[in-house]
Each structure stands twice: as C-alpha cells, then as structure tokens.
C-alpha cells in the first residue's frame, strides 16, 4: 500500500530536550515537504526536498533542521524545543513536478512543555 | 508570498443539502487541488485540476478551475454525515519547486 509514515503519532516533551519525528514514504517520491498545522493558520511549510541532498526553507524553518540523505526518508529535527513548536507535523510527498498533488502522512501532535 | 482565501472558517448544513466552497488567489496558479481532512487524520486529496476552466467530478464532489487561473470552487451535493471535516484548497504555480499553497480551511458540520 502506498503511504507516508510518521513515528511517532504523539509526543509529549519538555523545552530543550532534542527531538527527531521520522518521516518515510514508500512511492519512489523524490520531493518530500514538512508542515506544521496550527488553528487559524491552516498548513504552513516548514522544510522540503527535492531530491536526495536537496533541502530548502519553507515558510516557517526558524527551530527545524531536516536532512535527505535517503530517498524515502526525510526526518525533522528539533533540536532544543520550545513550547511554540507545540503543533500538529505533516510529511507530504510527491513525484516532484509542479503540478504533481502531495500525499501526506496522518500526522505527528507534538507537545512541548 | 502568495495567498489563498477561504471563507468563511466554519459552515454548518443540513444533511442532504449540496454546499459550495470558493478559494481565490492573489496571484495565477497553475495547478488547482482540493483535500479533506477527517480528525486525527492528514490531508486526503479529493480533486486536482491542472487546467484553467477544467471541471471534474469525484463522486458527490464537483470542483472547476477557474478561467482567470486566481479561484477555484468545491461543490459537495447531496451531504452525508461523513463529509464533516476539514476542506483545504491548495495550489502551485509554475516555478514553485512543488511549493504548495494551502488556503487555511473550511470546517464542514452536516446536521443529521
């Protein structure tokens, strides 16, 4: 079955303590795109990557760092966590092209305190 | 940057009616998506329409591309409970890299 995994689903955590959300897909996708979704907001992107060692800002990166250096995996990291990362993350993926629809992951709640 | 407005944040129907959503854009898009998202899930994509005027159907589910590339509607006939949620339109333009525009969303409640 094609699909985007996220681990884990929940996670609750305290300021500074580093922290890694796993993302893998499983569809040969070469971009893979990371959300956050906060309420009022809707999905704002956080990182993506267009291929292997491919990475680039999205809108909000301040907090984040990601690395590709496998295909089908794209990790998040926190590296000291601050309580206004608490949010709901998605791992999207797609083929890559402009007019390709992103799949997404059922997402990762974290909470920070 | 770019921006897509969806409004209003919340709608409430009654089962059996059909609903209309709109998104408009401050600047052309070139490819046009619909996605629904149920709670504790992500995005599912419902519609993608990749050409201005393009209408296409998915089930109960309408949506078109608009002719000036800057809006895009979601028709739902026929409600049924299951299509609460959360109805996000999303679009990208050419030279985004694949960068995704959401629109902030539109939470569905259909009353039984």
């Known amino acids: 079955e094609a699909q985007v995994t996220q681990n884990p689903r929940y996670l609750i955590t305290v300021t500074g303590k580093k922290l890694t959300v796993t993302c893998s897909q499983n569809?040969?996708?070469?971009?893979m795109s990371w959300y956050r979704q906060d309420p009022g907001l809707g999905l704002r992107q956080i990182y993506y990557?267009?291929?292997?060692?491919?990475?680039d800002k999205g809108d909000v990166p301040e907090g984040y760092k990601v690395s590709r250096k496998e295909k089908r995996n794209f990790p998040l990291i926190l590296e000291s966590p601050s309580p206004n990362q608490t949010s709901l993350y998605f791992c999207?993926?797609?083929?890559?092209?402009?007019?390709?629809?992103?799949?997404f992951g059922d997402g990762t709640r974290l909470s920070i305190l | 940057g770019q921006q897509l407005n969806q409004s209003p944040q919340s709608m409430f129907i009654q089962e059996g009616e059909d609903v209309s959503m709109n998104c408009t854009s401050s600047?052309?898009?070139?490819?046009w998506l619909w996605y629904k998202q149920d709670p504790g899930e992500g995005p599912v994509l419902l519609i993608a329409?990749?050409?201005?005027?393009e209408l296409t159907s998915n089930g109960r589910l309408t949506a078109q591309f608009g002719i000036t590339r800057k809006d895009s509607f979601l028709n739902i006939s026929a409600s049924i409970p299951s299509d609460v949620g959360i109805y996000f339109c999303?679009?990208?333009?050419?030279?985004?890299?694949?960068?995704?525009?959401f629109g902030k969303g539109i939470t569905l409640s259909v009353r039984p």
């Open positions: 569809m040969n996708h070469e971009y």
């Open positions: 600047s052309i898009f070139n490819t």
């Open positions: 329409l990749y050409k201005a005027g």
């Open positions: 990557s267009m291929n292997v060692e491919v990475t």
């Open positions: 999207a993926s797609s083929w890559g092209a402009d007019n390709q629809p992103q799949h």
């Open positions: 999303a679009g990208t333009f050419t030279g985004a890299n694949s960068k995704l525009t």
